[in-house]
């Protein structure tokens, strides 16, 4: 069964730290591998997507890794802001003609001043 | 429109009650799915559209819930004798779905469905 744990559940940091999010997947065959970023109250926003042969990936402060041996990702977030608060969820998508991607129950960040 | 348009943002009824909600994807993208996101909770699957190809029904929790997609476009979930667990919001996503891979889902901003 195709699954997508993610850790920590929830994550509180002071504004201008760093911070590490985790997801391990167990999609199979593997196609992509997005983090997605929910706001509160608002529709989740694709970050970044990661393909098999790529390592690593930036979208300004948020950096994404993909292990795909180890089926790990992480996503990295330096100095963070007040606007980084909200969930962070790891979405992986199969090959092969599924469409229906695996969504992570996702990581609640909380940034404080 | 630019994004995916969902209505109403906000519904409110007693159980018993059938209600709609509606999705209005990003012109042109083929794909359409609708999750229910509860309290605190992730996002679960619930229906998954593309095409003209027959949907993806998968994820419908009973069969109090139906969805339709009317001319490859607007979409609309219908939920039989509201129970108050029903209560969640409900976020409609499309995406192009280039063959053989998903594609960036686009989601609306959600209903969010209260049952009394």
């Known amino acids: 069964k195709n699954q997508v744990e993610q850790s920590p559940q929830s994550l509180i940091i002071l504004e201008g730290k760093n911070c590490t999010l985790q997801c391990n997947y167990t999609v199979s065959p593997f196609s992509n591998l997005r983090w997605y970023k929910q706001d509160t109250g608002r529709g989740p926003v694709s970050l970044t997507i990661?393909?098999?042969?790529?390592n690593t990936k930036s979208n300004g402060r948020y950096t994404a890794t993909l292990d795909a041996d180890t089926k790990q990702s992480s996503l990295h977030i330096t100095a963070s802001q007040l606007s980084d608060s909200a969930s962070y969820i790891c979405v992986v998508s199969a090959s092969g003609g599924s469409y229906i991607p695996t969504f992570g129950r996702g990581t609640s960040l909380i940034v404080h001043p | 429109g630019a994004g995916v348009s969902q209505s109403p943002s906000n519904k409110v009824t007693e159980k018993g009650k059938d209600v709609e909600l509606r999705c209005d994807p990003i012109?042109?993208?083929?794909?359409l799915y609708w999750y229910r996101q509860s309290l605190g909770q992730g996002l679960e699957f619930l229906i998954y559209?593309?095409?003209?190809?027959?949907?993806?029904k998968s994820g419908l929790p009973s069969d109090r819930f139906s969805a339709e997609r009317t001319g490859g476009s607007v979409s609309t979930l219908t939920i039989q004798r509201t129970q108050q667990e029903d209560s969640a919001v409900y976020l409609c996503a499309s995406s192009l779905n280039p063959a053989g891979r998903t594609g960036e889902l686009f989601f609306g901003e959600g209903s969010r469905l209260t049952v009394l």
């Open positions: 990661m393909t098999f042969s790529e």
């Open positions: 559209f593309q095409g003209n190809s027959a949907p993806d």
């Open positions: 012109s042109g993208h083929t794909a």
